[in-house]
């Protein structure tokens, strides 16, 4: 998979919707990478694990700590990388419909 377009979900009749936050959960299989400041960029740590750089969003939606901004990660900071990214995606979109399924769209 080279691409996912998550915005899909929050476009409705033509309306495009806020995309929520939802946790992602953690899997046994899932790897940790060191962030090193002025080195490190989602893309390139994407393009790393998932032969893709368009997974950013979802390094980012596994550590939430950093508030969903790449800037926000600090230099030695430990990732948590979703993995492997198809099953990480199918928890991404069991969470989404759970956040449908309590909070509506």
Avoid: C
Wanted: glycine residues 6%; aromatic residues 20%; proline residues 7%.
């Amino acid at each position: 998979m080279k691409y996912y377009n998550r915005y899909d979900e929050f476009l409705i009749n033509g309306r495009h919707y806020t995309v929520p936050f939802v946790k992602i959960p953690s899997k046994p299989t899932d790897k940790r990478y060191i962030y090193k400041d002025g080195v490190s960029r989602l893309d390139k740590i994407s393009y790393e694990y998932y032969e893709t750089p368009y997974f950013g969003w979802l390094i980012l939606a596994a550590n939430p700590k950093f508030g969903g901004m790449e800037s926000n990660i600090e230099d030695g900071s430990i990732l948590f990388l979703p993995y492997p990214l198809i099953t990480s995606l199918q928890d991404y979109k069991k969470a989404l419909e759970n956040h449908f399924f309590y909070y509506g769209r």
